[in-house]
């Protein structure tokens, strides 16, 4: 394993595997979010994964790969915390799996080196703006699917009623005015600033030979930088949650977004993991099987917790008519977290559970990769047998701490427009 800095702000991360047929090349451009800037970094993300200054139409990038013997190349953006990342993504055959002295490495990594550093346009006019419009088109036509998912319209609408900051509220693609408000010159500008600029996570997983990647990624001829990263994201808590009801005319089952603030200290992250599954985050939580399941009270629940920026969502579908009762339901699990401690088989089930799928997940190359870059981010390295171990030492009285520090926050309702409903975000 090779862990080591290209220069100032650039990590190059080697893992050799030779487990897997496949050769995982990921280049990770990561920045503080910048709501002005995310616009730009989308669309510009686009157009690289669509054509560059060599391949200039989709139809001779899409001959490039497959002369790669069928690589996989996409560019997409994501969100930690209070942070953006561009991610640009590689994926060959192995060698051994190749035709019998042929080689694909040395040349993913140059097809990689010009798709990402010789964009298509230039600087004094930005991306050629023809296949920019149609790039944009194709991403606003997206959001616009997106807002008919009823499920997506309320989580995003809770989001930007429970963050205190607007930029927090952002999914990592932006938004239809943030897309609209960006021409050819400002995303070309921004991915300038972005190979300049951003902390760079070079991760690359197979069976690979490491000092060709080393000489490789060095020949970039990167320039230092110091970016200042801002992880984790905080707010001050509310005295009384928030309470918002939207209703709009074709909505046909309601959706329940709760949003609690749960802070944890570094240490107790693993209980809060434990929490979360055993409250609403696995198909055996308490939610599932108590709300849904046994009460039938709704078609889909469940809870996701987010370490970074301290939030804990529940999300339910329900009939509007059954809303006060969910809710009544869900607090009253939370409750009972809070004043009783979790029986010992139930506790080492959950578990048992999340040490097995932690362990499946070792087998996924996607997953291994995630987990270094992740790590790497936050500066927190674990070992896996560190990490089943930490969630094997979580007791019930953990559980009852953590379910006590958590506090609700905002209570948001979609329900259909026939309905009497008020908003007040």
């Known amino acids: 394993m090779v862990m080591m800095e290209l220069v100032p702000g650039v990590h ?12 995982h090349i990921q280049l990770n451009f990561t ?41 996989d190349f996409s560019v997409d953006v994501l969100k930690t915390g209070q942070l953006h990342t561009v991610r640009a993504s590689l994926i060959l055959p192995n060698d051994e799996y190749l035709p019998e002295h042929a080689t694909v490495l040395p040349d993913g990594l140059d097809f990689l080196r010009a798709t990402l550093l010789e964009p298509m346009g230039d600087p004094e006019n930005g991306f050629d703006p023809t296949i920019f419009n149609r790039q944009k088109e194709i991403a606003l036509d997206e959001l616009a699917g997106l ?56 991760i690359v997983f197979g069976n690979v030979d490491e000092a060709l990647i080393m000489t490789a990624f060095k020949k970039w001829r990167w320039s230092a930088r110091t970016p200042e990263l801002t992880l984790e994201y905080s707010q001050p808590l509310l005295a009384t949650a928030k309470d918002q009801s939207v209703q709009l005319p074709d909505v046909s089952q309601a959706r329940l977004v709760l949003g609690y603030q749960l802070v944890v200290a570094k240490p107790d992250r693993f209980i809060a993991y434990v929490f ?58 939370l409750a009972r977290l809070q004043t009783e401690l979790v029986e ?82």
Do not use: C
């Not at 893992?15 to 050769?23: I, V, Y």
């Open 12 to 23: 190059l991360h080697v893992l050799p595997n030779r487990d897997f047929a496949t050769t």
């Open 344 to 425: 010992s088989d139930e506790l080492a089930t959950i578990k048992r559970i999340m040490m097995a799928d932690y362990s499946l997940a070792l087998d996924q190359p996607s997953r291994i990769i995630e987990r270094e870059f992740v790590q790497a981010l936050t500066g927190q390295f674990t070992t896996s047998d560190q990490w089943l171990a930490a969630v094997e030492a979580v007791t019930a009285q953990d559980i009852q701490r953590i379910a006590q520090a958590t506090q609700l926050q905002l209570n948001y309702e979609l329900i259909g427009g026939n309905q009497d409903a008020t908003s007040n975000a």
């Open 147 to 202: 807002q008919e998912d009823r499920q997506y319209f309320a989580l995003r609408q809770a989001m930007q009623s429970y963050f205190a900051k607007s930029e927090q509220a952002l999914p990592a693609f932006g938004s239809a005015e943030l897309l609209e408000a960006v021409d050819q010159k400002q995303a070309y500008e921004a991915w300038q600033l972005m190979l300049a600029n951003d902390r760079v996570d070079i």
């Open 276 to 333: 979360n599954t055993l409250f609403g985050g696995h198909a055996i939580s308490r939610l599932f099987m108590n709300v849904r399941e046994e009460a039938g009270l709704a078609y889909a629940i469940s809870s996701d917790y987010n370490l970074y920026t301290g939030l804990l969502l529940v999300e339910a579908g329900v009939e509007v008519e059954q809303l006060t009762e969910v809710k009544r339901r869900i607090a009253a699990e």
């Open 31 to 71: 920045q503080t979010l910048d709501q002005a800037q995310v616009g730009s970094r989308v669309l510009a993300s686009n157009m690289v994964e669509t054509v560059s200054a060599n391949l200039p139409s989709q139809r001779l990038m899409a001959q490039a790969q497959s002369k790669l013997y069928g690589a």
